[in-house]
């Protein structure tokens, strides 16, 4: 490969994704509170920005080896955080005009400075009853080193002078994990409205009444800020311990990792600013981000919502499989393909419950990624071995940020007798599968689940991602391979239909889009059509690249992160989708010479899905499935109200800007699925060959 691929840094195309996010914000056509709600998504995925993606340049900028090197990764950082400054001057304003438009609507979300005689007695009481006993502060003038910060929380650094006209200094944590951080007040009288005010500022109302037995108080302020730190996880050697003890070990020292952040308020005055980074002992890596005088704005994404107005209207998902009838007859009957959220995600879980209870079914294996915290997933599993079935559970414990949650699972699950592994050493297991094996008529039979989603409820009501129930014993076989690999790792199956990763999925990748440039070539029609969430991989991005030299038409939806520069040849256009949800599938066609190929996967086009992960990507074979993939992406490609066009720059343009009112994909997918709903059931059809064919 050339090492003159051209390539956007994906760190920066990152942040052009959380511009979109923005663009929510700013967009009067949002409902109201799906904008304070767009604005908590911005914030928090900024700060996974900084925990993970923004370390790791840092670790490499760190560790480099010769000054080009360095002087490369200094340079990443620093436009890194120009364009970070930029995005957060624009949300400051975003949030400004929130607060105005909030007041149209009687939703007022109000400062300490504003409230009124009744409001200010009611706040003064709420602190002295619920807010004082939780504070915990600490000078920070006279210590060496400033106490562990969890960066989950959020923090006050305190300037106090006192009556004889000393100052000293302070911080203290803002107790919002066991607090609400917005907290409703009395109305103004004889109003009809809604008032809140956050809880730091219920604090700041009341500073001087922290410190009341301790310090004659002449004058105090509060100036918020808050880290982020590196979000790696250090697993070790640990030959003599067990994976789930290295996993919480390494959690431990999560706590305890470097910063890589401070966001603060920048009003805080210099000496007290200089004494916060003096104590964090930040280095030169490290990014320093002035702000408003609020922070961890991702506690909005739990605003309350006042009325359904004020909100997208909910989407009631379209049921699918009939529960009053055998669900593994239905599937013998023909695949059953889902899309969610516009599906309802009950199929799963009642496939699951069906399984537990069938006397004929004798084992379910599955994978465990991210589950939902009351999960009847897991609890459909647990019941499965009550009733004597054998039941295998995969649990991915280094799924990033919810590690503690899956330590739980694994425990709750062996505790009830369930057989868990833990995957294959040094490979992340990100593929979404169930295997179930029922004896019918003297024989075994496979009822698999291939998705590019998560097994969890609450995810679903708000991700879009497909699920595959099958009965098709070639897939069936494939699904239980995989997971005899995941128990036994120096196997090396023959899949059938399926490609899997590391093995497979960049080899049949490669190979498809090698066709397509090879019929191209030959004067013959041939296209791409790819979905994802990111497009890194600088293999695959150099082979699309050929494609459209050739004459291959490349169409992409990427929905984050995107290194491939769009200019840099002919007939390649990408589009980037931002709605109500979050657009999560991954789906990769070819025209194959007019025998399109399918194919729907867990993995995105980056390095480590491609070759450091256990990913799977499958066929849609039947061929009513088949057309609803395509009428749902030629929907979203269509789309011009939500789309966006990925320039060379990633500028962000809204197709919007060029037409009238048109297609805006998410509602035209609900319509178009609830039509096909009352269409007559299919018989299963043949198609194109899956990634192994």
Not at 55 to 77: M, N, Q, S
Not at 323 to 346: K, T, V, W
Not at 616 to 635: A, C, G, N, S, Y
């Amino acid at each position: 490969m050339a090492d003159t691929t051209p390539l956007y840094p994906k760190e920066l195309s990152w942040l052009s994704f959380n511009e979109r996010v923005l663009q929510e914000v700013e967009d009067e056509s949002v409902p109201i509170i799906e904008r304070v709600r767009f604005l908590g998504i911005f914030s928090s995925n900024l700060d996974e920005f900084f925990r993970v993606r923004v370390a790791d340049v840092r670790r490499v900028a760190t560790f480099a080896k010769g000054e080009e090197k360095k002087a490369f990764f200094g340079e990443l950082l620093d436009c890194i955080n120009e364009r970070v400054l930029r995005l957060q001057r624009r949300s400051a304003a975003a949030y400004a005009q929130l607060l105005c438009d909030l007041d149209k609507h009687h939703i007022h979300l109000v400062s300490e400075a504003q409230l009124t005689g009744r409001q200010r007695q009611f706040v003064e009481n709420y602190f002295h009853d619920e807010v004082l006993p939780e504070l915990e502060p600490f000078f920070i003038d006279d210590r060496e080193t400033m106490p562990l910060l969890n960066e989950a929380s959020i923090y006050f650094a305190i300037y106090l002078q006192l009556e004889d006209g000393r100052e000293r200094f302070a911080a203290l944590e803002i107790p919002t994990d066991t607090l609400p951080r917005f907290v409703v007040i009395p109305p103004r009288e004889g109003r009809q409205e809604k008032v809140y005010i956050v809880l730091d500022n219920i604090i700041r109302a009341c500073l001087a009444e922290v410190f009341r037995y301790v310090l004659p108080i002449h004058k105090a302020e509060a100036y918020m800020f808050k880290i982020s730190r590196d979000a790696e996880l250090e697993l070790g050697e640990g030959i003599t311990q067990n994976i789930v003890d290295r996993v919480a070990k390494s959690l431990k020292k999560r706590k305890q990792a470097d910063p890589v952040r401070m966001a603060y308020d920048a009003a805080m005055p210099e000496a007290l600013l200089g004494l916060v980074k003096k104590k964090l002992k930040m280095g030169r890596y490290d990014s320093y981000t002035p702000g408003g005088r609020y922070h961890n704005s991702k506690d909005f994404m739990q605003f309350p919502a006042e009325s359904a107005r004020h909100r997208y209207r909910p989407l009631q998902p379209i049921p699918t499989l009939p529960e009053s009838e055998s669900i593994f007859n239905q599937l013998r009957a023909g695949d059953q393909l889902l899309y969610y959220p516009y599906h309802d995600f009950r199929a799963i879980t009642n496939f699951l419950i069906s399984a537990a209870i069938d006397p004929r079914v004798r084992e379910i294996r599955i994978n465990l990624y991210r589950v939902a915290s009351n999960s009847r997933v897991v609890a459909a599993l647990v019941n499965a071995v009550r009733n004597n079935k054998k039941v295998v559970a995969v649990v991915e414990l280094q799924a990033r940020f919810d590690e503690q949650a899956n330590i739980h699972w694994s425990n709750e699950l062996q505790d009830a007798g369930v057989e868990v592994i833990y995957g294959v050493p040094g490979l992340k297991v990100h593929c979404k599968l169930i295997s179930i094996l029922r004896e019918e008529e003297g024989e075994v039979r496979y009822y698999s689940h291939f998705g590019t989603g998560n097994f969890n409820e609450n995810t679903a009501r708000v991700y879009c991602d497909f699920s595959l129930l099958t009965s098709d014993q070639n897939l069936g076989r494939d699904a239980f391979h995989v997971f005899e690999f995941l128990q036994q790792p120096y196997l090396r199956p023959d899949y059938q239909q399926i490609a899997v990763s590391p093995y497979s999925n960049r080899a049949a990748l490669l190979e498809a889009i090698d066709r397509e440039i090879e019929a191209a070539r030959a004067g013959r029609q041939a296209e791409l059509f790819f979905k994802c969430n990111n497009l890194v991989d600088e293999e695959l991005i150099e082979r699309l690249y050929r494609a459209g030299a050739a004459g291959v038409r490349v169409r992409i939806i990427v929905r984050s992160m995107c290194a491939l520069v769009v200019d840099a040849v002919e007939n390649i256009q990408v589009i980037s989708l931002v709605d109500k949800f979050l657009e999560h599938a991954r789906v990769y066609i070819f025209h194959n010479g007019g025998d399109e190929r399918i194919w729907l996967s867990s993995a995105d086009l980056m390095t480590r899905n491609l070759d450091h992960r256990v990913e799977v990507t499958f066929p849609i074979v039947d061929q009513h499935h088949r057309q609803t993939v395509k009428q749902i992406m030629e929907l979203q490609w269509c789309d011009d109200q939500k789309a966006r066009v990925l320039d060379a720059d990633q500028s962000n343009t809204r197709i919007a800007a060029f037409c009238d009112r048109g297609c805006r994909a998410q509602d035209a997918i609900y319509r178009y699925l609830k039509r096909r709903a009352v269409q007559p059931a299919r018989t299963p059809e043949g198609g194109a060959s899956g990634p192994s064919g």
